[in-house]
């Protein structure tokens, strides 16, 4: 009788097939933490960035040429800190801020900062839709979906070419999750991202999705645009599609569920900085370019500022001030004493001292939400040196009568 060894076959690839999950799993929980620990350094360097951007912003008048250059650094900045920020969402489950967004006028925002994105050789054209649509969605991560494809186009238009965005609406019905076999039936708005670029085989589009998958060469990509992409819209309730042949480029759909919900135009933030004042501020910053910059903001603004480099350095300047004080700005993740233990010491002594936590690190880091429920107030990193001076301003005017 003619022995099989289907079992153990089967056995094998099952294990393979746990162990590339476990292997996942790991590659995921390690760009978690690596992006957890650069998020921290990197939004400090935004911090300078962005605050030396709005200083000069507001030194500067409407009608100077050099005002526009300054608001394009600044929405690069800010876009920067956003890019992180959908890092971490992909590898934390960080769910979503959904807001109502009008997707014509969102296209119309970004559109000049995607002209900078894609090459001088490639032609963008955005067609927008008859009527107003409006989705549920997190502004920051769709911009970083709308950047990530159009960044994919442009390396597969590398002669040059034609990228369409489109804007549609859209009715899911039995026919497309008969075609599709997922979906949810009812009134989206669909966003095409169209090029003519070099296209892809079937092979290749049934992984374009899966993390760390890349078509490009090695040290040129990092195969997580597409899969934060993926996922992005995933936690929006929509849902994305790839139509692609080789050379007749590739389209990128994404539908997105239409709401209801009254979209509200953004203001645009107020260049007057908020009313300083003339109390002492205990300022503790391990990094010099964040520190000397808070120490300009502050001091500009009528405070009298006393800074410190690390916790310890903090107490031993606090005590020969202790009666003058009035709050201190402390960064959570200090060298020598954390944040939290300086403020632990000086409220023994001080026990009416008022405190505001900032920091660069991601939430769970650093556990924002406890320091929430303890009462205490807390600032995340890049911060613009306006809200610094409100938020600064609320605090010390708090319980105040």
Same mark, same amino acid.
């Given at each position: 009788?003619? @022995?099989?060894?289907?079992?153990?076959?089967?056995?094998?690839?099952?294990?393979?097939?746990?162990?590339?999950? &476990?292997?996942?799993?790991?590659?995921?929980?390690?760009?978690?933490? &690596?992006?957890?620990?650069?998020?921290?350094?990197?939004?400090?360097?935004?911090?300078?960035?962005?605050?030396?951007?709005?200083? /000069?912003?507001? @030194?500067?008048?409407?009608?100077?040429?050099?005002?526009?250059?300054?608001?394009?650094?600044?929405?690069?900045?800010?876009?920067?800190?956003?890019?992180?920020?959908?890092?971490?969402?992909?590898?934390?489950?960080?769910?979503?801020? /959904?807001?109502?967004?009008? *997707?014509?006028?969102?296209?119309?925002?970004?559109?000049?900062? /995607?002209?900078?994105?894609?090459?001088?050789?490639?032609?963008?054209?955005?067609?927008?839709?008859?009527?107003?649509?409006?989705?549920?969605?997190?502004?920051?991560?769709?911009?970083?979906?709308?950047?990530?494809?159009?960044?994919?186009?442009?390396?597969?238009?590398?002669?040059?070419?034609?990228?369409?965005?489109?804007?549609?609406?859209?009715?899911?019905?039995?026919?497309?999750?008969?075609?599709?076999?997922? =979906?949810?039936?009812?009134?989206?708005?669909?966003?095409?991202?169209?090029?003519?670029?070099?296209?892809?085989?079937?092979?290749?589009?049934?992984?374009?999705?899966?993390?760390?998958?890349?078509?490009?060469? !090695?040290?040129?990509?990092?195969?997580?645009?597409?899969?934060?992409?993926?996922?992005?819209?995933?936690?929006?309730?929509?849902?994305?599609?790839?139509?692609?042949?080789?050379? %007749?480029?590739?389209?990128?759909?994404?539908?997105?569920?239409?709401?209801?919900?009254?979209?509200?135009?953004?203001?645009?933030?107020?260049?007057?900085?908020?009313? =300083?004042?003339?109390?002492?501020?205990?300022?503790?910053?391990?990094?010099?370019?964040?520190?000397?910059?808070?120490?300009?903001?502050?001091? @500009?603004?009528?405070?009298?500022?006393?800074?410190?480099?690390?916790?310890?350095?903090?107490?031993?300047?606090?005590?020969?001030?202790?009666?003058?004080?009035?709050?201190?700005?402390?960064? *959570?993740?200090?060298?020598?004493?954390?944040?939290? !233990?300086?403020?632990?010491?000086?409220?023994?002594? %001080?026990?009416?001292?008022?405190?505001?936590?900032?920091?660069?690190?991601?939430?769970?880091?650093?556990?924002?939400?406890?320091?929430?429920?303890?009462?205490?107030?807390?600032?995340?990193?890049?911060?613009?040196?306006?809200?610094? *001076?409100?938020? /600064?301003?609320?605090?010390?005017?708090?319980?105040?009568?």
């Amino acid at each position: 009788m003619k @022995k099989t060894h289907t079992p153990k076959i089967k056995d094998s690839i099952e294990q393979y097939q746990l162990e590339q999950k &476990l292997h996942h799993a790991r590659r995921l929980e390690t760009l978690g933490t &690596l992006t957890g620990s650069v998020a921290h350094d990197f939004n400090n360097v935004l911090t300078a960035i962005m605050g030396y951007g709005h200083l /000069l912003q507001m @030194k500067i008048k409407e009608d100077d040429p050099s005002r526009y250059d300054i608001e394009q650094i600044l929405a690069s900045a800010q876009r920067a800190a956003n890019l992180t920020q959908s890092l971490l969402a992909f590898s934390r489950e960080k769910v979503s801020s /959904l807001n109502p967004i009008n *997707l014509t006028e969102l296209i119309k925002e970004i559109e000049k900062f /995607l002209l900078r994105v894609i090459s001088e050789n490639i032609e963008l054209k955005v067609i927008a839709a008859e009527d107003d649509l409006t989705v549920m969605v997190d502004r920051s991560q769709l911009e970083q979906v709308l950047i990530n494809l159009c960044t994919n186009a442009r390396d597969a238009m590398s002669a040059g070419g034609r990228l369409t965005i489109e804007i549609a609406r859209a009715k899911l019905n039995a026919g497309f999750l008969e075609t599709y076999g997922y =979906g949810k039936c009812g009134d989206y708005a669909s966003i095409s991202v169209i090029d003519n670029g070099l296209g892809m085989n079937e092979e290749t589009q049934k992984k374009i999705f899966k993390p760390f998958f890349t078509t490009k060469e !090695e040290g040129k990509g990092t195969g997580l645009g597409l899969s934060i992409v993926y996922k992005i819209i995933k936690q929006h309730s929509g849902y994305i599609n790839v139509y692609s042949e080789l050379g %007749r480029g590739t389209t990128f759909k994404i539908f997105l569920p239409l709401t209801t919900s009254k979209f509200e135009e953004e203001k645009p933030a107020e260049l007057i900085a908020p009313a =300083g004042g003339s109390e002492a501020i205990l300022l503790a910053e391990d990094d010099v370019d964040v520190r000397e910059l808070t120490r300009a903001v502050l001091e @500009k603004s009528g405070y009298t500022v006393i800074v410190a480099e690390n916790g310890e350095d903090a107490i031993n300047k606090f005590m020969p001030n202790k009666d003058k004080i009035h709050i201190l700005l402390l960064d *959570l993740v200090l060298p020598k004493k954390s944040g939290k !233990e300086v403020y632990k010491e000086i409220k023994k002594i %001080r026990p009416d001292i008022k405190v505001l936590f900032t920091s660069g690190y991601p939430s769970d880091f650093i556990h924002k939400e406890e320091i929430r429920k303890q009462g205490l107030d807390f600032i995340p990193k890049p911060v613009p040196p306006q809200e610094l *001076l409100r938020k /600064l301003r609320e605090v010390l005017d708090k319980d105040m009568k």
